[in-house]
C-alpha cells in the first residue's frame, strides 16, 4: 500500500488567496483525520470523517476552513482567503477505528506570505 | 491545564543511557494512550500504544501506564543516536468525544 498520500508537499502563497490541500487516505480505512502543526500550538487536530461523514470540526479555526469528503478515497482542506497566521504544516491521516494506530501522509508545508 | 502535557525538553541523554520520558493528561475516563515519534520534517509515526494498568514492553521501549495517577510514560533503554527525535504522547480523551489529542512532544537528544 503507498500509505496516505498528500498534496502538495509545499505550497506557498500570498494572503488573501485561495489554499486547497488534498490527501488520499489508505484504502480500507474508515477515519480520516486533518491536523495542523505549529512550534508554537503543536499539533491539532482540526476536523476529522468516518465514512466520509464529518464527526467533529470543533477544531477548525473558522469560517476560512472548510474541508470535504467526496469519497472514501479523497478529502480536501480549504483554506479562503488564507493569512500569514495559517502558515504550518497540515498533515492528514487514517486508521481502521477511532481507537487504532494513526497512519500519517507526508504534510503539506503551508507558507502565507 | 492542557489536556496531555509534555515536557517540552530538550532531554538530552548519552548513548547507552535510558531516557525517561512522562505525560500527564486531564481525562481520568480516557481508556487508549499512544507514543508517537516525530524526526525532524517528517511525519508522525506510532511506535507504542498501552490501554492497561502497568507496563508494555517492545524492544528497548517500554511504555507505562497509571491511570489512577493520570500519566503514562516511555522509557527508551540502551539510547541511540537514532533515537533523538520528538516523541509525542497522544490520548483518546473521552471527555473531548474519545478524538485523539496530542502534547506537545518532548525533544530527545541522544549524544554519542
Known amino acids: 500500500d503507498a500509505g496516505v498520500i498528500q498534496s502538495p508537499r509545499h505550497e506557498v502563497t500570498e494572503m488573501g488567496q485561495e489554499v486547497t490541500l488534498r490527501c488520499k487516505p489508505i484504502?480500507?480505512?474508515?477515519?480520516l483525520f486533518w491536523y495542523r502543526q505549529t512550534m508554537m500550538r503543536g499539533l491539532e487536530l482540526l476536523i476529522y470523517?468516518?465514512?466520509?461523514?464529518?464527526?467533529?470540526d470543533s477544531g477548525m479555526p473558522e469560517d476560512r476552513f472548510s474541508a470535504k469528503m467526496p469519497n472514501a478515497s479523497f478529502s480536501t482542506l480549504k483554506i479562503q482567503p488564507s493569512e500569514p497566521r495559517d502558515s504550518a504544516v497540515y498533515f492528514c491521516?487514517?486508521?481502521?477505528?477511532?481507537?487504532?494506530?494513526?497512519?500519517f501522509g507526508s504534510g503539506t508545508q503551508l507558507s502565507v506570505l | 491545564q492542557k489536556e496531555v502535557e509534555q515536557n517540552s525538553g530538550p532531554l538530552s541523554v548519552p548513548e547507552g543511557a535510558i531516557a525517561s520520558l512522562n505525560c500527564t493528561y486531564s481525562?481520568?475516563?480516557?481508556?487508549?494512550f499512544f507514543w508517537y515519534r516525530q524526526y525532524s520534517g517528517k511525519s508522525p509515526e506510532l511506535i507504542m500504544f498501552?490501554?492497561?494498568?502497568g507496563d508494555k514492553e517492545d524492544g528497548r521501549f517500554t511504555a507505562q501506564l497509571n491511570k489512577a495517577s493520570q500519566y503514562v510514560s516511555l522509557l527508551i533503554r540502551d539510547s541511540q543516536p537514532s533515537d533523538s527525535a520528538t516523541y509525542l504522547c497522544?490520548?483518546?480523551?473521552?471527555?473531548?468525544?474519545?478524538?485523539?489529542?496530542f502534547g506537545g512532544g518532548t525533544r530527545v537528544l541522544v549524544k554519542p
Open positions: 491521516a487514517s486508521t481502521r477505528g477511532l481507537y487504532e494506530k494513526l497512519f
Open positions: 484504502s480500507g480505512h474508515d477515519y
Open positions: 470523517f468516518n465514512n466520509n461523514v464529518p464527526i467533529d
Open positions: 481525562d481520568r475516563g480516557s481508556q487508549s
Open positions: 498501552i490501554y492497561s494498568n
Open positions: 497522544a490520548v483518546n480523551l473521552s471527555s473531548a468525544g474519545n478524538k485523539l489529542t
